[in-house]
């Protein structure tokens, strides 16, 4: 059963850290891009960011210069380090990423999958 699990969440005050992590495991035969999205209450699920399996990063405006984006390849695992809260913050944020899967026929394909959400709360 292929699967992400998250961690790392918490209630932190303005202009602390956290570092987020999620994991896929399961039947996987490689990981594409993975990516933290964030939804606050009365909000749109949005990108907050993102990196390809070679490294390459992209982040929201908004978090840029606080917000880290890595991965784990030998681990298919990807992180968030969150510095420089801000109550803005608050949000769930759930990872995603696009897994090559092996078919029980054989054939190969790509199919995304989502964490189950881990609560982010700033306090001013």
């Known amino acids: 059963q292929v699967q992400l699990v998250e961690s790392g969440g918490g209630l932190v005050q303005a202009g602390g850290s956290l570092r987020l992590s999620c994991a896929a495991s399961?039947?996987?035969?490689?990981?594409?891009?993975m990516g933290w999205y964030r939804q606050a209450p009365g909000n749109e699920r949005e990108l907050v960011a993102s990196?390809?399996?070679?490294?390459?990063?992209d982040y929201t405006g908004s978090v840029k210069g606080r917000f880290t984006i890595s991965r784990d390849n030998a681990k298919n695992t990807v992180y968030l380090q969150m510095n420089s809260l801000k109550p803005e913050d608050t949000a769930v944020y759930f990872c995603?990423?696009?897994?090559?899967?092996?078919?029980?026929?054989?054939?190969?394909?790509?199919?995304?999958?989502w964490g189950q959400g881990t609560q982010v709360t700033v306090s001013s």
């Open positions: 399961g039947s996987i035969f490689s990981v594409n891009a």
């Open positions: 990196i390809t399996s070679a490294g390459t990063t």
């Open positions: 995603n990423a696009r897994l090559l899967l092996r078919s029980p026929t054989g054939s190969y394909f790509n199919q995304a999958y």
